[in-house]
């Protein structure tokens, strides 16, 4: 496996940018979108207005600002599962992750 490159930061100052402008319009139960970074990978928590916090996704940089892997958070291991088949932008994954994990958090 080939050493995936590190994100620039202007990637991830526009990745964090766009995903927090499309969950403000998009996702009204999010009070605010975490994003961090390690190496070539974006985690990404959603934070509910009563101030709890959703781990949801882990993004992977495919050396562009439009090509990212996903990962969804399982809550059941802790951890991230890739989804090879998903080959949407970075809002219709953090829409993907939030139909799983939002739209249930209140039931």
Known sequence: MRDMPAIPESTKISLAQRL??????????LAA???RYRASFAYIDGELADG?????MRLRYGGSAHRWGLGIHLAST???ENQIWF??????????????YVSNADT
């Not at 927090?20 to 139960?29: I, L, S």
């Not at 709890?52 to 949801?56: A, E, Q, S, V």
């Not at 080959?87 to 139909?99: F, H, I, K, M, R």
């Open 87 to 100: 080959t949407g932008s970075p809002q219709e994954a953090l829409d993907l992750v939030c139909d799983l």
């Open 20 to 29: 927090r402008a499309h969950a403000k319009n998009t996702w009204p139960q």
């Open 78 to 80: 802790g951890g991230y």
């Open 33 to 35: 979108v975490h994003v």
């Open 52 to 56: 709890d916090t959703l781990p949801l």
